[in-house]
């Protein structure tokens, strides 16, 4: 019975002591709970912080790199365009300004959008300057003076220069460096530094002889260029980098929301800073994590279910990251606007191949087929570049779906394609892939309703058997595409030893030919032009020869394109100009037609040139026929029909040359009011056998007539082919059926009152 209260007791004790331990352990499990929470959260927030570090430590390197990239990119333009032998004489020479007007200044200004242009000493000192693309005595280079000097001096020291270096050799009291050809190596450097109050990018390159190295006595002369770093290239910085609201500030924003960097001079003084919304993983990582630690705190009786989550969701973010990662290097190795993969992934995939193929040669050959759109410009300039941009899409198109699964097509960029395929076989297999990608464009494609029957041009080159370095093999591909444009596009072209000799005899050409120009080595010859009624010389087209000293007469078909490709026409087109307007000055009244080349009528200040040589030589230009071909037209812009109508203006006459071949001859027409059109050769050599071509001509010479032309028929080599030109109503005739080109001498012969009545009454 006594026992009864003291069983209570204890039983209370043991119930009181139990729900203590339980409130221990409930207090003890949440002070735990709160702990390790707690722990979690600053593991969170360091986290992110440590990655916001990250990600604005890797905006701040992209900015650098692009900065660098950019200060390259002048640097290296200067370089190329005064390692010349030209620019070395003619920029100390009485007329150095009018070249630089053509070659440095208007050359920098148009395709770098440079700003301003120095020509410096070695020690630094100023000869002239030229702000945008104009001379000017504004030069304000004390603000880069010494800059300048720093850059040269930097110049010699750091720059690996674009040969290596062979020997030393003293230029006065400097050391000047030489390549193993014993040619002067030029020296160039560049950064960023404050002008005008504005940061700026200079660059600094020395003028150094490319082929005559014993035109450099002394220590070279320096080109400096100052690029603005202005809204453009900020905006282009932006746009590269993905960045928002980029601006460059003398004192640091202290926004935390902006990520900036630091930019120094060559000396390391301070210019500014670069900054940027800044745009940290942290918060984004925060507010998608928020939501878990809250239903931990409030629910701490599912650590086990919240833990799960948590680990769920990080394993989701860890997926989503590894998906991004593949996708950001998906798009490094891929193009944007076809798909394809680009030229790393390419070249990537050829070193694999070849280096299987030179293990195993069981496997076979890597051929290699480089191909682009022939007459692409064409396209885009006619059409407009929306236009041109979906002939690549369905061009890229079609190469997938028709070509073979094993086959690797990748976009070099514009519109330039390169295959690679594995087989055995070598010429035979290569000309089965070169009929197989001809046959690709015998369909039109359809774009905006218009059907564009465009073809392709293609070169192909296989390894290991013809190399096996991968960019050799691919340099041999491209060689045979250029090949295959030459004999007319529309075609594909295996590469063959003898092509890298010719490669190699254009480069030869075009030095011969720049010196041919410097040496008065080129002449003219002049084929009359007749009245087709009787025969009577009515004028002479001016016909440029080039005879060389060892390889003999060189075709105009062959040298005229080498000229426009180096960048020789307006010296080659100036030459002609003030040639036969001195040789026709004194003559007695007749036409003289000549050839001018789009290059020459784009030039900028080609009115004011032609008025200068007409000044100088005393010329009526009256007199002159100036003959501009289709190509011309093809751009339709304000300053060529400017032009046309200067020269008219002027006094000269323009006729259309090789009438009937273009792409929208018609409208050319109506664009401007010619005063004659020469029909082209391709119309007067069928029109003996074929009933369509007379019939055309028929059409051409009474549409001239129409809209108040003189008609001329190019090419008449028989009596029937005069006959039937006459016939149509062409009024004058030219070809070898009268007279073919001659000298001077003998063309002026022609015009004596006794040659002509000869000519007449034969």
Known sequence: ????????????????????????????????????????????????????VF??????????????????????????????????????????????????????????????????????????????????????????????ADLIRQSLKDDPGSEKVGEWRKLGDVRWPYSAKGLPVGRAAASMDNFDGKPALIAAA?????????????????I?????????????????????DVRFDQAPDGDEK??????????????????????????AILRQTAPLLAVYILFFMGVVAGGAIIVRRMRRTTSELIASEAQAQHNALHDAMSGLPNRAHFMQRLRQELSACIERPELGDVFIAYLDIDRFKVVNDTLGHHVGDELVRQVALRLRRSLPPGDFLSRFGGDEFVLLRRSTGGRAAADMLGRQLMALALEPFVISGNNLEVSLSCGISWGPEQSEDPGELLRRADIA??????????????????????????????????????????????QPIVNAADGAVEGFE??????????????????????????????????????????????????????????????????????????????????????????????RSEHVVDVLKGLKYRGFRIALDDFGIGYSSLSYLRSFQFD???????????????????????????????????????????????????????????????????????????????????????
């Open 676 to 762: 004659r059109i020469k029909i082209d050769r391709s119309f007067v050599q069928n029109i003996e056998a074929d009933l369509d071509a007379h019939s055309i001509l028929r059409a051409i010479v009474s549409l001239g007539h129409t809209l108040r032309m003189k008609v001329v028929a190019e090419g008449v080599e028989t009596p029937m082919q005069r006959a039937l030109v006459q016939a149509a109503g062409c009024q004058m005739i030219q070809g070898h059926l009268f007279w073919q080109a001659m000298p001077l001498h003998e063309a002026r012969a022609l015009l004596e009152p006794a040659a002509m009545e000869k000519r007449r009454t034969a």
């Open 1 to 52: 019975m006594g026992t009864g209260p003291t069983l209570s007791r204890a039983a209370s004790r043991h119930h009181h002591t139990g729900a203590r331990g339980a409130v221990w352990i409930v207090v003890g499990t949440f002070l735990a709970l709160v702990a390790l929470t707690t722990a979690l959260v600053a593991a969170f927030v360091n986290s992110t912080s440590i990655a916001d």
């Open 258 to 283: 902006r990520n900036s960097l630091e930019v120094t001079n060559l000396s390391g003084e301070r210019i500014g800073w670069f900054s940027w919304i800044a745009k940290p993983p942290g918060p």
């Open 55 to 148: 990600t604005r430590q890797e905006e701040q390197r992209l900015v650098h790199r692009f900065l660098e990239r950019s200060e390259r990119q002048i640097m290296e333009a200067d370089r190329l365009q005064i390692t010349w032998d030209d620019a070395v004489v003619k920029l100390n020479a009485p007329d150095a300004e009018g070249w630089a007007r053509n070659y440095l200044a208007g050359y920098f200004w148009g395709s770098h959008r440079i700003d301003r242009i120095y020509h410096v000493r070695f020690d630094g000192t100023l000869v002239r300057c030229w702000k945008g693309g104009k001379i000017t005595q504004e030069c304000r280079y004390n603000q880069i003076g010494g800059k300048v």
């Open 542 to 635: 001016a016909l440029l020869r080039w005879t060389h000293p060892e390889r003999g007469p060189i075709r105009p078909g062959l040298f005229v394109p080498i000229a426009e490709q180096a960048g020789l026409m307006m010296p080659l087109g100036q030459w002609v100009l003030r040639r036969v307007f001195e040789d026709c000055r004194d003559w007695p009244d007749c036409d003289i037609s000549v050839n001018l080349s789009p290059l020459q009528i784009m030039a900028s200040d080609f009115l004011p040139e032609i008025d200068r040589l007409v000044r100088e030589t005393g010329a009526d230009p009256r007199r002159f026929v100036l003959e501009v071909t289709e190509g011309v037209m093809l751009d």
């Open 481 to 526: 595409l250029y090949r295959a444009k030459q004999r007319g596009r529309a075609r594909y072209r295996r590469f063959t030893r003898d092509m890298d000799a010719s490669v190699k005899l254009r480069r030869d050409m075009e030095m011969e030919l720049r010196r041919a120009i410097n040496r008065d080595e080129l002449a003219l010859a002049y």
């Open 224 to 244: 400096v260029l100052v690029r603005y770093v202005d809204a453009r290239m900020i905006a282009d910085l932006q746009s590269a980098l993905l960045l928002d």
């Open 206 to 222: 020395s003028i150094v002889p490319d082929v005559t190295s014993s035109l450099l006595k002394g220590p070279p002369d320096y």
